[in-house]
């Protein structure tokens, strides 16, 4: 049996941070959550809570005090911009006795994770998720109301992961040794296209679903008519029209660190069919 260990999560109100503090607590370790406002956070009860902010480094020994692992993500403060203080957190954290550290990859290089990886004396290991099954909840509004999905490329491939599995990598990662130096690309079962996601969605929910396909220039506008910024655009459209091969390849990480298979995207629309019906 693993001995019980205490991990400071970062992010941890976050769709994956929420996940490997629910995936710590299962497996019956202690957990202390970084957040900026912990009158806002909500949490069970067995969870720490501790204010901080990593764009302040300086003013986490605190929250790092007693802990053997640490999860980070790589953007911060209240403009979620890329976090410079990488180096100082993982000063602090060496300082403090943090054996352990995974970082959630940003979708390209950043200077924390790039800080991470240069780190001496701490095992560190790069959580890089494809697409999130909860991507698809975007979709809801629009299901909820028309009965309809509107996307563009409804053939373009993703191996779509849990959130759930990606805190599971994340908190074997962060309590077990064996993880140091690697970076895990953490994918589903089973490559899916957008109208088998709309399909299982339509079973989860007993209804019928229509798949509307939009041209790339009505994406365009409906994304911005949707308040996303141009780079994020331009993103979309790269990873949509062009899904880059580990995104659409199953990589067997999940079970192959957690000892379970990856959880499938009709378990995953189950669990959240009553906001696809309009009852959350």
């Given at each position: 049996?693993?001995?019980t ?5 970062t ?7 929420r996940?490997?503090v ?7 370790h ?7 406002d ?7 009860a067995r969870?720490e809570?501790?204010?901080g902010d990593?764009?302040e480094?300086d003013?986490?020994?605190p929250?790092?005090a007693g802990?053997t692992?640490l999860h ?6 209240a403009?979620?911009?890329?976090l410079e ?12 006795g943090?054996r352990?550290v995974t970082?959630l990859?940003?979708?390209g290089?950043?200077?924390?994770e790039?800080?991470?990886r240069?780190?001496?004396g ?19 509004d629009?299901?909820v109301t028309n009965?309809?999905?509107r996307e563009p ?17 994340a908190?074997?990662?962060l ?10 690309v953490?994918?589903g079962?089973?490559v899916?296209?957008?109208?088998d ?5 339509a079973?989860a929910v ?10 790339e220039?009505?994406?365009v ?14 993103f ?7 899904t ?5 390849t199953v ?5 192959k660190?957690?000892?379970?298979p ?5 378990g995953?629309?189950?669990?959240h ?6 009852r959350s």
């Amino acid at each position: 049996m693993t001995q019980t260990q205490k991990i400071l999560v970062t992010g941890a109100t976050g769709t994956v941070g929420r996940q490997v503090v629910a995936e710590l607590l299962d497996r019956g370790h202690e957990v202390r959550a970084l957040t900026r406002d912990a009158a806002k956070a909500s949490f069970p009860a067995r969870v720490e809570l501790v204010e901080g902010d990593l764009t302040e480094p300086d003013g986490l020994a605190p929250a790092l005090a007693g802990v053997t692992g640490l999860h980070l993500i790589t953007f911060g403060g209240a403009a979620s911009s890329p976090l410079e203080t990488g180096p100082r957190i993982l000063e602090i954290a060496r300082s403090a006795g943090v054996r352990r550290v995974t970082v959630l990859h940003g979708g390209g290089p950043t200077p924390l994770e790039d800080a991470v990886r240069a780190a001496d004396g701490v095992d560190w290991t790069v959580l890089m998720p494809v697409e999130f099954m909860a991507n698809a909840l975007e979709w809801a509004d629009g299901i909820v109301t028309n009965g309809e999905v509107r996307e563009p490329f409804v053939e373009r491939l993703s191996a779509m992961v849990h959130e759930g599995d990606i805190g599971a990598v994340a908190a074997v990662a962060l309590t077990r040794e064996g993880h140091g130096g690697q970076e895990y690309v953490i994918t589903g079962p089973e490559v899916l296209t957008v109208a088998d996601k709309v399909r299982t969605i339509a079973a989860a929910v007993g209804r019928e679903i229509t798949l509307v396909e939009l041209t790339e220039a009505e994406a365009v506008a409906q994304w911005r008519a949707a308040g996303l910024p141009e780079d994020v655009i331009g993103f979309l459209l790269m990873v949509y029209g062009n899904t880059p091969e580990e995104g659409r390849t199953v990589s067997g990480t999940v079970e192959k660190i957690t000892g379970r298979p990856a959880r499938t995207f009709a378990g995953w629309a189950a669990e959240h069919a009553e906001l696809f019906e309009g009852r959350s």
